[in-house]
């Protein structure tokens, strides 16, 4: 069976085609809205999908070297994300799927961040840590259902870290000239160090960096940053673990593209005899191979949706979703 | 002889003997994946903290372990061992009466918490260990002496998001504010700063 998977939420259309089985990428094509100046604007974005989607799709059929025909499922991206952007994929993929008449499934983005995860590392029950721009929750499987142990209480890490590369005039995204910044950071600047339990703030250390960064260098501004964001991520991931007395961490996102932050989680699973996961760089970032697979495995465990039901949520919550194709 | 029973997030606890009594040892290990700078300026301060709140705790009433020793070098305090089980592993297995009575109980301990002026800052169920009618808290790692509401309201809503994340009866943080609103005055400010603190969450229902 070949599923479409079509990925729009944010900054990024996605278009993968996966077989199933064993999980077998065909094609993972994806083009990221990158604007000349600030942040996203989700109409600017969205029309940036709307003008490359054809293009994507056919890059991603080409490279998967299938037809319309072979097609058997499509899925896409239903929420949680950026409105406009969402409405325009949701409306590329009905299209689609009333045109080639087959069936069509909307898939929640972050769970499409942990299956992919958990199908291309040998990760089975994992405490998932997922930060990107948006977003940075910790999910564990739980009772039927992904559930949220730790969240931000404020801006995801990847927005943080995009803002304060704004400040610096750093074009979005901001992450990997943030990381190249720090690696030539020397010295520790304190910065506040949020953690509630298992959620974390960001926005505090957005407010004190940029104060900083008028005083200290800036490659120890962007050091320090990393330091702290990441040290309150890892020391919250590894609450959950404990909470859930799971032994693996899995990685998802963008954001967990930065090495030290790979780096630091990977050390603490080392420490507590846990084991650590992080799928290859084109599955973390938003893709549509991520929403293929796990439309697979939705229909493959007898999900069926009408075109009705395939309302955008922008406010879709991880632990809405019934998990019925795992036990 | 020492042996290693949890491995927390930020502490190892290990099972051990002091002055011939049962006792629990919580070390504060260096974490290798931070550094330095951050490290200590998380483990000092949360030992020193966390003892002494445990000792205010317990004047004020609450159930906590005993300390017997507290070591900054090391960054480790000595405790009474509890002979119980974590909230969470037997909560759900409770008939609902049961279960509606710990809650109100647990409660109650939060209100003579914030009374005065402790917020314990990671009241999860694996953070309250049941021993017969007695709910004892432990990890106060992440406590503060503070009357803020915010803080307060932070206590609550991380019991709920434990509950809701883990246990199957919705009315269980509605009977652990039942006991905490008999009990503390402020209690109606400080739902209202729990709604406000969930709905400051992504992706939640607002409204």
């Keep these: 069976m070949i599923c479409l998977g ?10 993968g085609v996966v077989r199933d089985g064993p999980v077998n990428i065909l094609s993972n094509v994806l083009n990221m809205y990158s604007p000349p100046s600030g942040g996203i604007h989700p109409r600017d974005a969205a029309n ?3 003008s490359v989607f054809v293009d994507v799709l056919e890059e991603s059929l080409e490279k998967a070297n299938i037809g319309f025909d072979d097609i058997d499922l499509i899925g896409f991206s239903v929420g949680p994300g950026l409105g406009p952007c969402l409405r325009t994929v949701a409306t590329a993929a009905r299209s689609l799927a009333l045109y080639l008449k087959k069936p069509l499934l909307g898939v929640n983005h972050c769970i499409a961040h942990l299956e992919i995860g958990r199908a291309m590392t040998d990760a089975d029950d994992p405490v998932l840590l997922y930060v990107s721009g948006g977003n940075t929750q910790v999910i564990a499987f739980l009772n039927g259902r992904y559930r949220v142990f730790g969240e931000t209480l404020d801006i995801g890490i990847g927005n943080c870290l995009d803002k304060f590369g704004r400040k610096m005039e750093i074009k979005f995204p901001a992450g990997p000239k943030i990381e190249e910044m720090a690696e030539n950071g020397k010295k520790y600047v304190p910065l506040p160090y949020s953690v509630k339990g298992m959620d974390v703030s960001f926005s505090g250390i957005l ?8 005083k200290e260098r800036r490659e120890d501004v962007c050091f320090s940053m990393q330091e702290t964001c990441f040290s309150m991520l890892t020391e919250v991931v590894e609450r959950a673990m404990a909470h859930t007395e799971k032994d693996e961490i899995l990685l998802g996102g963008g954001v967990a593209s930065n090495k030290r932050l790979q780096d630091m989680v990977k050390k603490m699973a080392e420490e507590r005899e846990g084991r650590f996961y992080c799928p290859p760089q084109n599955l973390l970032v938003d893709n549509g191979a991520m929403i293929a697979w796990t439309a697979l495995l939705m229909h ?22 019934e998990v019925t194709w795992r036990d | 002889m020492e042996r290693l029973i949890t491995r927390g997030a930020e502490a190892e606890i290990y099972l051990s003997e002091w002055m011939n009594r049962k006792v629990i040892i919580k070390r504060r290990v260096r974490k290798r994946y931070r550094i330095k700078e951050i490290d200590e300026e998380l483990r000092k301060p949360r030992t020193k903290k966390e003892a002494t709140l445990i000792i205010e705790a317990r004047r004020a009433g609450i159930s906590v372990p005993i300390i017997y020793d507290v070591d900054l070098t090391e960054m480790k305090i000595t405790m009474q061992y509890v002979d119980g089980e974590k909230l969470k592993d037997c909560l759900d297995g409770m008939d609902e009466k049961k279960q509606k009575d710990i809650c109100k109980k647990i ?4 209100a003579l918490l914030h009374k005065n002026g402790i917020a314990h800052g990671d009241i999860t169920t694996s953070n309250l260990i049941v021993d017969g009618n007695k709910i004892y808290f ?8 503070s009357s803020e509401v915010e ?28 006991g905490y609103k008999k009990n503390f005055e402020g209690a109606d400010e400080i739902r209202r700063k729990v709604d406000e603190i969930s709905g400051r969450g992504r992706y939640t229902v607002r409204g």
């Design chain 1, 6 to 15: 079509i990925e729009g939420t944010a900054h990024t259309v996605g278009i």
């Design chain 1, 48 to 50: 940036h999908h709307s």
């Design chain 1, 207 to 214: 407010t004190a960096a940029t104060v900083l960064m008028k």
């Design chain 1, 300 to 321: 493959k465990s007898g999900m069926k949706m009408n075109a009705t039901d395939t309302s955008i949520r922008q406010n879709f919550r991880t632990d809405e979703v």
């Design chain 2, 107 to 110: 409660g109650k301990s939060i």
């Design chain 2, 138 to 145: 432990i990890d106060f790692g992440l406590g503060e002496k």
């Design chain 2, 151 to 178: 803080k307060q309201g932070v206590d609550l809503h991380l019991l709920r998001g434990a509950f809701k994340a883990a246990h199957k009866n919705e009315k269980l943080f509605q009977w652990v504010f039942d």
